[in-house]
């Protein structure tokens, strides 16, 4: 979920900035209908009408810091508005745009792949932002995220190096954005619970393999800080600050002793 916002406030500047660069940044000119297209979607939230109604209905809360812009300077400009909308809507918003804005928002989150088509760039990452917005929802509703496998579909040609299943094609797509930031999280959290829970449960390593369509290598991770020569189990012991992560193989080839207290091997 830590990723998924990170990747939402991410998304939501980007397309702010596209928006002020193409339409400026009164309200009252980058909520004109005539900027967009009108694609037809399911949901009449989603359609153009139904964002544009949702977006203008925002400038009329109370809370900051809408409020503020609107009273002082007249004007709320996008980067502001958007951060008090769902993900959901900015996802549809941003389908919403014309092409040449959704290029720009191509250029502002690629930089690697220039290997495939213009359209199919804007196919890629609308994508990503769908099944980037599965995850969130069902993370945010406390659903199972390990065996999850988005609704949406790769509409993109040549995407053989997207053909994996699940987890692994979210982290593969979001490897591809600029903004390594939620990737690197949620690379990083997964090592790290796959080699707790596969340290504790060596038999679920080749499900668990299967189902992330990943190689699983389990090793022992231990938490260690500069100013002792102990290793941990748990990174608060005795109210550890500041641990830094490490394999245990390496940390007792560096000289670093079990904590007599968190270690039980």
Not at 11 to 24: L, N, Q, R
Not at 135 to 148: L, M, S, T, V
Not at 153 to 175: A, I, P, S, V, Y
Request: charged share 25%; aromatic share 12%.
């Amino acid at each position: 979920m830590a990723a998924m916002l990170d990747l939402e406030e991410y998304i939501k500047e980007a397309v702010a900035d596209v928006v002020a660069k193409s339409f400026g940044i009164d309200q009252f000119n980058y909520l004109q209908y005539r900027n967009y297209q009108n694609k037809k979607k399911y949901k009449r939230r989603f359609t153009l009408t139904g964002i544009l109604e949702t977006l203008t209905s925002t400038l009329e809360t109370d809370k900051e810091p809408i409020h503020h812009y609107k009273s002082k300077y007249g004007i709320v400009p996008p980067w502001i508005l958007f951060k008090s909308v769902y993900f959901s809507t900015i996802i549809n918003f941003i389908d919403q745009l014309k092409i040449a804005e959704q290029r720009m928002m191509v250029n502002k989150l690629y930089s690697n792949i220039k290997d495939i088509s213009e359209e199919n760039q804007v196919k890629l990452m609308m994508d990503t932002l769908f099944i980037s917005l599965e995850y969130r929802n069902i993370a945010a509703h406390g659903g199972r995220i390990y065996n999850y496998k988005p609704k949406r579909d790769l509409h993109f040609d040549n995407n053989d190096k997207f053909t994996t299943e699940g987890f692994c094609k979210l982290l593969r797509l979001l490897n591809t954005i600029n903004y390594y930031g939620p990737y690197r999280y949620l690379d990083d959290v997964l090592n790290r619970e796959l080699n707790r829970h596969c340290n504790a449960f060596p038999q679920d390593i080749t499900y668990l393999s299967q189902i992330l369509n990943i190689n699983i290598s389990s090793h022992q991770v231990v938490w260690i800080t500069d100013k002792s020569n102990k290793y941990h189990d748990h990174r608060f012991c005795s109210g550890l600050k500041n641990a830094k992560e490490m394999d245990l193989e390496k940390a007792i080839k560096l000289g670093y002793t079990k904590c007599k207290k968190c270690c039980q091997t």
